[in-house]
């Protein structure tokens, strides 16, 4: 690919009263009756940004927090150039951190894709090879997956990558945190070079950056600022306490202060599951998520947090990761994360969509420190501090 310094958007954000339909796109009437039956008429800042340059060609990355619509940013260009109705070798490919994210990924493109009868699969670790083989050898317009199953399925020869045209990088930053980025490339170098390319991240720090020169040609930077006006809808209090009174606090916090469906984060799976037993213990509805549950048995839980079941959920960075429940109202930050992009990421699972949300983080005096680091680098929107 060539190397070449992305062409910066002109306008950072699009005013709500000017955002066009998603009618003026063009899409097709298979991608319009989709839209319609799922309530979508007006796009999210992000997805007005992104699917207009997307749909000329151009190589794409995008910058805006989780929760602001951008699966349909990536998904809807990709599916408007399908045009083959009989699957076969995949045209489009997406990575994505966790199996969570790229099963959720693929829900979201099979409600776009119902009637361009588009076949959507996801591949990913903790479930059978065999059975993903399989449904591979079937033919797919799309495959979703991890980077080390796709690379998996690559070596076996399940997976025939000489034909992807559309390629999409989901949460980019979070992909490199995870350790990924030996095998992002990996995968990025195995592709066709006449391909377009999506890199979608919350954050751009330098090893981004270094990807999309790497990989990409010509990008458009498309981003969505976090300022005041766009972070309005999370209202974040910040409580100091003691720590021998943490418990109490949180416990104090959900019954004052949250509504609906609430994500504590912790940082350790110990600790999940030491708050998750204390909350049982005091008949709270809660379920714990973290990596040393099988995957079963995460899929499971995280079917009855999405379906309502469940009101609280207990999770560590790492297993929240790909969490994308568009009624969680509460976010609860157990301890303070030392890195204002994990806070970042956290307080995004709520607000989503121009919803309301809450985010609330417990804090000692010894981290007193770290505020002003969050409010420089993570724009934080504190509205409230209590003691």
Same mark, same amino acid.
């Given at each position: 690919m060539v190397d070449q310094t992305p062409d910066e958007t002109a306008s950072d954000a699009v005013a709500s009263d000017a955002l066009p339909f998603f009618a003026e796109f063009n899409l097709g009437w298979e991608l319009d009756k989709a839209l319609q039956n799922m309530g979508y008429r007006t796009p999210t800042p992000i997805q007005a940004l992104a699917i207009p340059h997307a749909i000329e060609g151009r190589d794409i990355i995008g910058q805006?927090?989780?929760?602001?619509?951008?699966?349909?940013?990536?998904?809807?260009?990709?599916?408007?150039k399908l045009t083959n109705r009989i699957p076969g070798y995949p045209k489009g490919l997406i990575l994505a951190p966790t199996r969570e994210l790229a099963s959720q990924i693929k829900d979201e493109m099979r409600k776009l894709a119902v009637f361009k009868k588009a076949r959507i699969v996801d591949v990913?670790?903790?479930?059978?090879?065999?059975?993903?083989?399989?449904?591979?050898?079937?033919?797919?317009?799309?495959?979703?997956?991890?980077?080390?199953?796709?690379?998996?399925?690559?070596?076996?020869?399940?997976?025939?990558?000489?034909?992807?045209?559309?390629?999409?990088?989901?949460?980019?930053?979070?992909?490199?945190?995870?350790?990924?980025? $030996?095998?992002?490339? +990996?995968?990025?170098?195995?592709?066709?070079?006449?391909?377009?390319?999506?890199?979608?991240?919350?954050?751009? $720090?330098?090893?981004?950056?270094?990807?999309?020169?790497?990989?990409?040609?010509?990008?458009?930077?498309?981003?969505?600022?976090?300022?005041?006006?766009?972070?309005?809808?999370?209202?974040?209090?910040?409580?100091?306490?003691?720590?021998? $009174?943490?418990?109490?606090?949180?416990? +104090?916090?959900?019954?004052?202060?949250?509504?609906?469906?609430?994500?504590?984060?912790?940082?350790?799976?110990?600790?999940? +599951?030491?708050?998750?037993?204390?909350?049982?213990?005091?008949?709270?509805?809660? $379920?714990?998520?973290?990596g040393d549950f099988r995957q079963a048995r995460r899929d499971k839980v995280m079917?009855?947090?999405?379906?309502?079941?469940?009101?609280?959920?207990?999770?560590?960075?790492?297993?929240?990761?790909?969490?994308?429940?568009?009624?969680?109202?509460?976010?609860?930050?157990?301890?303070?994360?030392? +890195?204002?992009?994990?806070?970042?990421?956290r307080i995004g699972r709520t607000g989503r969509i121009g919803k309301n949300g809450v985010a609330i983080t417990l804090y000692t005096i010894d981290q007193k420190y770290l505020l002003k680091d969050f409010r420089d680098r993570a724009k934080a929107h504190i509205e409230q501090m209590t003691g």
């Open positions: 805006a927090r989780t929760g602001t619509g951008k699966t349909a940013a990536f998904a809807i260009p990709m599916l408007k990913v670790g903790g479930r059978s090879i065999d059975r993903q083989i399989r449904v591979l050898r079937k033919g797919a317009h799309v495959v979703v997956g991890t980077p080390g199953r796709i690379l998996d399925m690559y070596d076996r020869g399940a997976l025939i990558l000489d034909f992807v045209e559309t390629c999409v990088l989901d949460e980019a930053d979070e992909m490199l945190n995870m350790g990924f980025q $030996e095998d992002v490339e +990996d995968i990025l170098r195995l592709l066709p070079e006449e391909r377009q390319t999506f890199l979608f991240s919350a954050t751009m $720090e330098e090893r981004i950056m270094g990807i999309a020169f790497n990989h990409m040609v010509d990008p458009k930077i498309v981003r969505i600022k976090e300022t005041a006006t766009n972070l309005s809808n999370i209202v974040e209090h910040f409580h100091l306490i003691h720590p021998a $009174e943490r418990m109490k606090t949180l416990m +104090d916090v959900l019954d004052r202060e949250s509504e609906g469906q609430s994500l504590i984060f912790c940082r350790t799976k110990r600790e999940v +599951d030491s708050v998750a037993e204390s909350l049982v213990r005091n008949s709270y509805n809660v $379920e714990a998520i973290h079917k009855k947090f999405k379906e309502g079941h469940t009101d609280i959920l207990v999770a560590t960075d790492v297993a929240a990761r790909g969490i994308h429940v568009d009624n969680i109202t509460t976010v609860i930050n157990f301890r303070l994360p030392e +890195d204002p992009t994990t806070y970042v990421h």
